[in-house]
Nanobody
């Protein structure tokens, strides 16, 4: 089974922090680029941050300086550290891998199930 499984969402107060994790299933042998997206109520899904296998990163302007994407290649896991959160960060956060290699083929655009982050006092 080819899966990405997110965890770490929840309720946080404005100014607080959360750390999201996204773990790839054992069937996934190789990952290059990975990304976090989010979708707020009534809005389109938007790209938050990306990271490639050499550690290079990119961020949406709205989260630069507050969020940090990182990865553990050995554990095939990507993280999103979110600091100084504000209510506009409230959304369902999705992990994405544009291309994954498994023992039974290559798959494109793999998405996690999403994890809800709510920023509210």
């Amino acid at each position: 089974q080819v899966q990405l499984v997110e965890s770490g969402g929840g309720l946080v107060q404005p100014g607080g922090s959360l750390r999201l994790s996204c773990a790839a299933s054992r069937s996934i042998l190789s990952l290059n680029e990975m990304a976090w997206y989010r979708q707020a109520p009534g809005k389109e899904r938007e790209l938050v941050a990306t990271i490639v296998s050499d550690g290079s990163t990119n961020y949406a302007d709205s989260v630069k300086g507050r969020f940090t994407i990182s990865r553990d290649n050995a554990k095939k896991t990507v993280f999103l550290q979110m600091n100084s959160q504000n209510p506009e960060d409230t959304a369902v956060y999705y992990c994405n891998a544009p291309r994954v290699v498994t023992s039974f083929g290559t798959y494109l655009q793999i998405w996690g199930q999403g994890t809800l982050v709510t920023v509210s006092s």
